[in-house]
Every structure is written in structure tokens, then in C-alpha cells.
């Protein structure tokens, strides 16, 4: 008897894990019944955006090697192709090139909000293998080509043209917007343009209810066992270091190697931090799954439905996913080394540069300590070359969140797509705002597919032309819900 009573225990505590997620529904949120959006045909605009990417904005490593030409061509474009801002808004230069625009409202007692994006562009190395000119901004097989169309000249160009179209239709925020585009950004903000602007507004006294930043998207087919397309929105971003380790040994002639020479002592270095990847957090899973496990297989459905009790397997299965891994933990990436110079000589002195994106929660004081700890070899030099903390985490449940996410899915419409709040694995020039605003958010409407999304700093870079339709109607949706907040 007391056999079959265990057996019916585990039968039904197997349905209690197995059944309810039989039964979940899908919590993609419906918007309200959204106001239609006047707006022009879309060939205007893309002609503009197509000769926008036309000026080679680029941003080279070292600020002396920056071609700042093509900085004022552009500042001169959008005083040409955006009259109407240009009359009614107030405009600062900053650092430079930084570009700072301000929209009065009609009610100053609101705190404004602010809208991001970046007008600098990374290099082209090899045009001879695109498809199209890098710097032509062709249009062509539903597509609008060129560096910048996607990261991120298209956002830049799609808020001025929801601003323009807005003006022209005689509305008037009732709080102020800022708009504020930097010019060096893919530099990591070296030249300080949005941290002069961040300077520039805590002088003037502004905190912002929002920041919208890019640096997420509509990821369309790009999670794990997700089919229909997830606007995810970023709350948070890691941080950024570069780490120098350099080991040093005698050196002397290849034909008489000693144990323990820097090259070994480097290469166990390094294979040490391979082999022992830093510590796993699941917050950012955790969102994932409370907010997509409708949408996914029955499997994940099943393991996400009971998270509490399978946390363990969820981060042993998904630790190596190289998808879902970086929204885990601090990422360890080697990415420069250095040692000998002749074929015959063990070198004295042999380095690398480990880049390290680091997991809010996370410092980079807090990086070098495990670092340390995992190399555990006292012979191995340790330097910080560079670092940027982690931002702190926006909330998901405010307002302005909120507001976010009911844009797009007005702006999404008929199409099936969900929305979950998540961590920025890059960095943006958000992170400069931390100290004007409580509440930093990075979303960008255009779809990326995993055919796009090498050609985010690759090759063949390029935006369709139906998403930066889109982008330009999130953007007016958003400008006028602002009102309501």
C-alpha cells in the first residue's frame, strides 16, 4: 500500500510540474486602440536617410586620425533638411560635434525626457566586398545599404524626421524633449561628447523622467526556441574593461628553453580563464522566461513554469549558450597578444589584453580580484588599461517602462510580437546620463534577424526599408504618448 501512495505522490507531483504550463497564455499585451499616424510617404525620408549615410561620419580609434569634415557636412545637412526644427528649437554644439537639441513644452513644470542616438559611424575595412558601396546609402531589394543604416544614423534621422513631421503638423509637447546626438560614441565617448552633455545638463539643473537610448531591438529569430519576433528592452548595460596581463621570465636562445617562460606562463594564464568562466547570474534569464515562456517549447515552458525548483539545470543548460550565456555573466574575451619578435628567441616579456564586459552587480575591481584568484600565479602582472562600470538597473515596472512598451506595440499593430525588458550586452552613450535621470532605457524598432546581425560593424550593413518606416512612426507614437505620462 505505501508503495502506490509514493507511486501517486510522484504521479502528481510530476503533473503539478508538467500540466500548468500545458495552459499558458501568451502575455504579449495588447495596446489600446491606437490614434492612426499621419505621416508622409516613406520615400522622402529614406531619400534623406540615404544621403545621411552618403557622409562618411567615421570615427577612427586615436581622435587625431578623425576626419571632422564630415562632422560639419552633417551638422549642415540636418540645418538643410529639418528647417522647421531649426526654428523652433534650441541647439547647442558640444564637445565638438555633439549635437543637443531642445523642444520647449508647453507645461515646464514637467520633467522633460530625452532621446538618444549617435551620428559617428565605425570604419569600413574591405568595400570591395559589399554588396553595395559602404557610403552609397543605396536602395535596393527592400533594403537601404550602407554604414550607419543600422548602427545608427537610421535612428538619429528617424527621430528628426518624427520631430519634423510633428512640428509641421502644429503639435507641441506638453513636456519638454531633448534630443542628443554624439559624434563619438564607436570611440567609446573618448572625445566626451555625451559626458560633456551630461555635464552640461547637470549644470543647467534638467533631470529627465526617461533616457531612451539605442542598444536593443526586435529580436526575430535570434532567441533559443522563440519564434515570433521580442522587442526587448534594455534596462541595464554592462560594463567595459580591458585588462593587460604580462608575464616576464630570463627569455634566452629557443635552442635552450627553461620551464616557467613567459609565453608558458601566459598561455596557462589564459587557458585558466577559459577553463573557469566567472560566476552565473539569472536575473536576466529569469525576466526571459517570465515573460517569453508562452512563446517557447513545451520543454523550456516546463522549466521556466517551475523556475524555482529547476533554477540549477536552467543554468547549467544555458551557460553555454552563446546566445543566452553573455546576458549571464561577466564575458571573458582575449582579443590582443603579445610576445616574441625573432624565431630563435624565447622572449623576456610576453602579454595580452583581455576585454571584459561586465554583469551589472559586478566591478571592475571586483573582475581583477577573480582574475587574480583563477590565474593564482604571483609572476603574472596585472593592469587595468581601461574601465567603465556597469550602469545601474532601470526599473521594468515604472512608468516611463511602461509608456516604452505600449509604443511599440501601438506601433507593432497586426504583428505578433512580445516584449520583455533585458541587459544590454554593449555599451552606449547612455551610461554618461546616470546621474540626470533614474530611469535609462535602450530600445531601437528595427527587426534583426540572424542573417542581419553580422552586418551591426560588419559587412554589408543594411536596414529595410519598412523598419525605418516604423522606426519613424515609434518615434512620433512615443513624442505625443509622452503627454500622457
Same mark, same amino acid.
Given at each position: 500500500?505505501?508503495?502506490?501512495?509514493?507511486?501517486?505522490?510522484?504521479?502528481?507531483?510530476? =503533473?503539478?510540474?508538467?500540466?500548468?504550463?500545458?495552459?499558458?497564455?501568451?502575455?504579449?499585451?495588447?495596446?489600446?486602440?491606437?490614434? =492612426?499616424?499621419?505621416?508622409?510617404?516613406?520615400?522622402?525620408?529614406?531619400?534623406?536617410?540615404?544621403?545621411?549615410?552618403?557622409?562618411?561620419?567615421?570615427?577612427?580609434?586615436?581622435?587625431?586620425?578623425?576626419?571632422?569634415?564630415?562632422?560639419?557636412?552633417?551638422?549642415?545637412?540636418?540645418?538643410?533638411?529639418?528647417?522647421?526644427?531649426?526654428?523652433?528649437?534650441?541647439?547647442?554644439?558640444?564637445?565638438?560635434?555633439?549635437?543637443?537639441?531642445?523642444?520647449?513644452?508647453?507645461?515646464? =513644470?514637467?520633467?522633460?525626457?530625452?532621446?538618444?542616438?549617435?551620428?559617428?559611424?565605425?570604419?569600413?575595412?574591405?568595400?570591395?566586398?559589399?554588396?553595395?558601396?559602404?557610403?552609397?546609402?543605396?536602395? =535596393?531589394?527592400?533594403?537601404?545599404?550602407?554604414?550607419?543604416?543600422?548602427?545608427?544614423?537610421?535612428?538619429?534621422?528617424?527621430?528628426?524626421e518624427a520631430a519634423e513631421i510633428l512640428t509641421a503638423q502644429g503639435y507641441a509637447p506638453e513636456r519638454s524633449i531633448y534630443f542628443l546626438f554624439g559624434h563619438d560614441e564607436e570611440r567609446g565617448g573618448k572625445s566626451g561628447g555625451a559626458a560633456t552633455a551630461a555635464r552640461w545638463f547637470a549644470d543647467q539643473g534638467i533631470r529627465f523622467?526617461?533616457?531612451?537610448?539605442?542598444?536593443?531591438?526586435?529580436?526575430?529569430?535570434?532567441?533559443?526556441?522563440?519564434?515570433?519576433?521580442?522587442?526587448?528592452?534594455?534596462?541595464?548595460?554592462?560594463?567595459?574593461?580591458?585588462?593587460?596581463?604580462?608575464?616576464?621570465?630570463?627569455?634566452?636562445?629557443?635552442?635552450?628553453?627553461?620551464?616557467?617562460?613567459?609565453?608558458?606562463?601566459?598561455?596557462?594564464?589564459?587557458?585558466?580563464?577559459?577553463?573557469?568562466?566567472?560566476?552565473?547570474?539569472?536575473?536576466?534569464?529569469?525576466?526571459?522566461?517570465?515573460?517569453?515562456?508562452?512563446?517557447?517549447?513545451?520543454?523550456?515552458?516546463?522549466?521556466?513554469?517551475?523556475?524555482?525548483?529547476?533554477?540549477?539545470?536552467?543554468?547549467?543548460?544555458?551557460?553555454n549558450n552563446s546566445t543566452l550565456s553573455p546576458f549571464m555573466r561577466t564575458t571573458t574575451a582575449p582579443t590582443i597578444l603579445r610576445a616574441g619578435e625573432k624565431s630563435n628567441v624565447i622572449p623576456a616579456e610576453a602579454s595580452a589584453v583581455v576585454n571584459f564586459r561586465i554583469i551589472p552587480g559586478e566591478s571592475s575591481d571586483d573582475v581583477?580580484?577573480?582574475?587574480?584568484?583563477?590565474?593564482?600565479?604571483?609572476?603574472?602582472?596585472?593592469?587595468?588599461?581601461?574601465?567603465?562600470?556597469?550602469?545601474?538597473?532601470?526599473?521594468?515596472?515604472?512608468?516611463?517602462?511602461?509608456?516604452?512598451?505600449?509604443?511599440?506595440?501601438?506601433?507593432?499593430?497586426?504583428?505578433?510580437?512580445?516584449?520583455?525588458?533585458?541587459?544590454?550586452?554593449?555599451?552606449?552613450?547612455?551610461?554618461?546620463?546616470?546621474?540626470?535621470?533614474?530611469?535609462?532605457?535602450?530600445?531601437?524598432?528595427?527587426?534583426?534577424?540572424?542573417?542581419?546581425?553580422?552586418?551591426?560593424?560588419?559587412?554589408?550593413?543594411?536596414?529595410?526599408?519598412?523598419?525605418?518606416?516604423?522606426?519613424?512612426?515609434?518615434?512620433?507614437?512615443?513624442?505625443?504618448?509622452?503627454?500622457?505620462?
Open positions: 500500500m505505501k508503495f502506490y501512495l509514493l507511486l501517486a505522490a510522484v504521479a502528481l507531483f510530476i =503533473a503539478w510540474l508538467t500540466v500548468p504550463p500545458l495552459f499558458l497564455s501568451p502575455l504579449k499585451g495588447v495596446a489600446p486602440a491606437a490614434e =492612426a499616424v499621419n505621416l508622409p510617404p516613406p520615400e522622402q525620408s529614406l531619400d534623406r536617410l540615404s544621403r545621411a549615410i552618403r557622409i562618411p561620419t567615421v570615427s577612427a580609434e586615436e581622435e587625431a586620425k578623425v576626419d571632422t569634415a564630415p562632422f560639419d557636412d552633417f551638422h549642415r545637412f540636418l540645418e538643410q533638411n529639418f528647417p522647421l526644427i531649426h526654428q523652433k528649437m534650441e541647439k547647442q554644439v558640444l564637445a565638438g560635434h555633439t549635437l543637443v537639441y531642445k523642444w520647449p513644452g508647453r507645461n515646464p =513644470a514637467l520633467k522633460p525626457v530625452l532621446l538618444m542616438n549617435h551620428m559617428d559611424v565605425v570604419p569600413v575595412l574591405n568595400p570591395e566586398l559589399w554588396q553595395q558601396p559602404p557610403f552609397g546609402g543605396v536602395i =535596393a531589394d527592400g533594403y537601404i545599404w550602407g554604414r550607419g543604416s543600422l548602427d545608427d544614423k537610421s535612428g538619429l534621422m528617424a527621430q528628426m523622467e526617461f533616457v531612451l537610448d539605442e542598444g536593443m531591438v526586435i529580436a526575430d529569430g535570434l532567441l533559443p526556441g522563440v519564434e515570433i519576433p521580442v522587442a526587448m528592452i534594455g534596462i541595464a548595460e554592462k560594463g567595459y574593461m580591458d585588462l593587460k596581463l604580462t608575464a616576464r621570465s630570463e627569455g634566452g636562445h629557443s635552442s635552450m628553453p627553461e620551464p616557467g617562460s613567459s609565453i608558458e606562463r601566459l598561455s596557462r594564464a589564459l587557458d585558466k580563464l577559459y577553463d573557469h568562466p566567472l560566476p552565473q547570474q539569472m536575473m536576466y534569464i529569469e525576466m526571459l522566461g517570465k515573460n517569453l515562456k508562452a512563446h517557447m517549447p513545451y520543454g523550456m515552458k516546463v522549466a521556466f513554469h517551475n523556475y524555482g525548483l529547476l533554477k540549477p539545470l536552467l543554468k547549467k543548460g544555458l551557460g581583477v580580484r577573480m582574475v587574480a584568484d583563477i590565474i593564482d600565479d604571483p609572476h603574472i602582472r596585472l593592469e587595468k588599461l581601461t574601465a567603465s562600470e556597469p550602469s545601474p538597473v532601470s526599473d521594468p515596472d515604472s512608468a516611463s517602462f511602461q509608456l516604452i512598451r505600449q509604443t511599440i506595440l501601438e506601433t507593432a499593430g497586426d504583428e505578433d510580437i512580445a516584449t520583455t525588458p533585458q541587459l544590454v550586452t554593449a555599451a552606449t552613450d547612455s551610461r554618461f546620463l546616470r546621474d540626470v535621470t533614474d530611469n535609462t532605457y535602450r530600445f531601437q524598432y528595427v527587426h534583426v534577424t540572424p542573417a542581419l546581425r553580422p552586418a551591426y560593424h560588419g559587412q554589408d550593413e543594411r536596414l529595410r526599408t519598412d523598419d525605418y518606416a516604423k522606426m519613424i512612426e515609434f518615434y512620433v507614437r512615443l513624442m505625443k504618448n509622452t503627454d500622457g505620462m
